[in-house]
């Protein structure tokens, strides 16, 4: 006999925060991901006012890992003093880590087995996994194994000067061998978006962010962090007050001789951590919280990741639009992922396009144009830095909180991945009162 299906509880995005976004070997070139991710758990139980020891899960997205701390969701629970009884899982899905993360907890927390989660992410990439090659690890694992000064002396003399060059992470995709930025290149040639549009992309970008923190509204997503020598970090330090597209023009390019990407229109490499508080509704109002949105709907979408890497978003918010019986226009703010001014120029070119629609989507007609002002109103990752992982709990946390500041109803976020991942969430702006 089948058994019942469980009726689902809704799921409310109490609130969120992050630590100040800082360009990699900046304010935080001395800490480790745990580090800035216990930092953010414990802003948030501090600005929530929620008792750690009502957390019954934590969930850190991750993609940058120090192989110390294998699980930075587990170091970094222990650190920002959750009991030691709360499980804490680390979740890698490259930029999609943290809203992967998020949906996990949704899920966890929507089908009774939790009532409050922890979500995020948190990537630290002043802190790489530097290591040897292959041919080097191979020997120091048999080296393992050696007895005595002849064994060793042995050893000595089978290695070489190449034995000892470092083997560095980098952002090539492991499938194609091609970086994000190449890729780019390429995207902004196939659909003709031009330097002069990506300038002026990027430097709107920088232009919103900096008037949205000179108003205090970037403020209240924050909480500071105090580096190893005592020093008090409680800005981003990636945004550029008075930037303008005439300015970006005279920059180089970045991935191509005669190419359209540069450092200007491209996000900057940041270390930092964001995280949000999901509850069951019901859980929240009994301990006096205000929840700031509800999540309605989720999905996460995977594409070829040699024509279609960063094209995650164009794929992902028509689906969960769907899955809503909602349209463009019905939602109010939009925060999606700015990887580089030409993927999101991509983007929204796409999802205005017919032809788009009917070949990759199977829809009759294009999913329809967002408003440039209900897109990343505060600024978006090209100014705020692109972390990696936490980018998701960002996007979350500004949503739910420009819907509030902009009286609005629905709100769209999604994000873009390595391996051509594409995520997407709907919020509801929750009420004052159940």
């Not at 470092?166 to 492991?174: K, M, V």
């Not at 830095?385 to 998701?392: E, I, V, Y």
Request: proline share 6%; charged share 20%; hydrophobic share 45%.
């Amino acid at each position: 006999m089948p058994r019942p299906t469980p009726s689902l509880r809704r799921v409310v995005l109490v609130d969120g925060c992050r630590t100040p976004f800082q360009k990699v070997s900046t304010g935080f070139g001395d800490l480790m991901s745990y580090q800035l991710a216990s930092a953010a758990i414990r802003g948030l139980l501090e600005r929530t006012g929620l008792s750690a020891g009502d957390v019954e899960r934590i969930l850190i997205g991750g993609t940058v890992h120090n192989p110390r701390t294998n699980n930075v969701a587990r170091e970094a629970a222990l650190d920002a003093g959750l009991p030691a009884s709360v499980p804490a899982l680390t979740v890698t899905a490259a930029g999609a880590s943290a809203t992967a993360a998020v949906s996990i907890g949704a899920d966890l927390v929507a089908t009774g087995q939790v009532d409050a989660v922890i979500a995020g992410g948190s990537d630290c990439i002043s802190d790489p996994p530097i290591g040897f090659r292959r041919s080097m690890r191979r020997k120091l694992l048999r080296a393992r194994r050696l007895r005595g000064a002849r064994q060793w002396m042995a050893f000595l003399s089978t290695l070489r000067p190449g034995d000892f060059l470092p083997e560095i992470p980098d952002i090539t995709e492991f499938s194609t061998g091609e970086t994000m930025g190449q890729y780019a290149e390429g995207l902004a040639r196939r659909l003709g978006i031009t330097r002069a549009d990506q300038d002026a992309y990027a430097a709107e970008s920088h232009r919103r962010a900096a008037e949205a923190r000179s108003r205090g509204l970037l403020a209240p997503e924050i909480v500071p962090v105090e580096t190893a020598d005592g020093t008090r970090v409680g800005e981003d330090n990636g945004i550029r007050p008075g930037t303008d597209a005439a300015a970006l023009g005279t920059l180089e390019p970045s991935f191509a001789r005669g190419g359209s990407l540069t450092a200007g229109n491209s996000s900057f490499l940041t270390d930092g951590a964001a995280v949000v508080l999901l509850m069951a509704e019901e859980r929240a109002r009994a301990l006096g919280l205000t929840p700031r949105a509800r999540l309605l709907a989720s999905t996460l979408t995977a594409h070829d990741p040699k024509t279609e890497l960063l094209l995650g978003p164009a794929f992902a918010i028509p689906k969960v639009l769907d899955a809503l019986g909602l349209s463009l226009g019905d939602v109010d703010v939009f925060e999606i992922h700015e990887a580089f001014a030409a993927q999101i120029l991509a983007v929204l070119r796409l999802l205005a396009s017919d032809d788009f629609a009917a070949r990759q989507l199977g829809r009759g007609s294009a999913v329809g144009t967002i408003p440039p002002d209900r897109l990343n109103a505060w600024g978006g990752s090209l100014a705020l830095g692109n972390p990696f992982a936490p980018n998701g709990a960002r996007l979350l946390t500004t949503a739910a909180h420009r819907l509030w500041e902009e009286d609005a109803d629905l709100a769209m976020v999604a994000t873009c991945a390595g391996g051509a991942l594409g995520q997407a969430m709907v919020l509801e702006r929750a009420e004052i009162a159940p």
